[in-house]
């Protein structure tokens, strides 16, 4: 009786094994894909007593003459806030963190190579998340910027996010956004 068992567990293991060696695989039928727009503001603190925007490191090869805000070679951490409206105090939806560097040719205009993390803290996409990293022509009042993938609801998201700057000044930066993605919500085979 008990011999038999052992054996029997023996058989089982083998099996399981064979199998789990076998089958490293799986092929599914593809999900269909979404299509979302997303329209917000971000609202960005370069100065003032709660800077959105930190200096991580500057080159030493360039010589800042003229006080620029955009000295060439230059990196910068950002967790900005993202929400629904322009007001300071419209509804907080998530925040924009990532990183910038200040790509700003002596012969060509000022230029800055962004990456974004659109994070969402609330409504259906809480806890997903967008990439963007692209090119952000910062002179030109209204931009396109490459979305590049996504995490949770946002998987495999591919797309662009148009902005438009509403307004400017030393301790406030606000800038509307319309985010165009296709994406997959999510299944857990991936
Ligand atoms: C920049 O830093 C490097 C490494 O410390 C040093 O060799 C170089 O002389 C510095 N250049 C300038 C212009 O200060
Ligand atoms: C640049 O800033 C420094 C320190 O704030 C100041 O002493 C200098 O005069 C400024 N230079 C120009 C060209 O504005
Ligand atoms: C600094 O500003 C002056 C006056 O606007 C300009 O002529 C000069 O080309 C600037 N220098 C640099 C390196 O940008
Ligand atoms: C968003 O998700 C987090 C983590 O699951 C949860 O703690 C929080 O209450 C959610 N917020 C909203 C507004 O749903
Ligand atoms: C976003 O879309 C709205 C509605 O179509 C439009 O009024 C607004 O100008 C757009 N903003 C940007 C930055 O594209
Ligand atoms: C900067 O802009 C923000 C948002 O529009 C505004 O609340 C603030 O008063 C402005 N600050 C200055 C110094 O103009």
């Known amino acids: 009786m008990k011999r038999t068992s052992v054996f ?5 293991l083998s099996l399981a094994t064979a199998s789990a060696q076998s089958h490293y695989h799986s092929q599914h039928e593809p999900e269909e894909p979404k299509l979302t727009n997303l329209h917000f503001f971000l609202h960005e603190a370069p100065g003032g007593p709660n800077p959105t925007v ?6 030493n090869l360039t010589v800042d003459v003229n006080n620029s ?7 910068y951490a ?3 806030l993202l929400r629904v409206g322009s007001e300071p105090n419209s509804e907080l939806i998530g925040n924009a963190q990532g990183l910038t560097v200040i790509i700003a040719g002596r012969n060509t205009r000022p230029s800055v190579l962004l990456y974004f993390d659109f994070g969402f803290t609330s409504g259906k ?5 967008i990439s963007v990293l692209s090119r952000n022509p910062t002179t030109d009042t209204e931009r396109e910027l490459a ?3 996504g995490r949770g609801k946002f998987r495999r998201a591919k797309g662009f996010a148009l902005l438009k700057v509403y307004s400017a000044n ?3 930066i ?4 319309n985010v165009t993605v296709i994406h997959y919500e999510g299944r857990s085979e991936f």
């Open 170 to 172: 030393a301790t406030a």
């Open 147 to 149: 979305v590049v993938g």
């Open 8 to 12: 029997t567990w023996i058989l089982i």
């Open 54 to 59: 930190a200096m991580i490191a500057q080159s």
């Open 69 to 75: 805000s955009m000295p060439f070679g230059t990196v």
């Open 125 to 129: 996409f809480n806890g997903s998340s």
């Open 78 to 80: 950002i967790d900005d």
């Open 174 to 177: 606000i800038a509307e956004l």
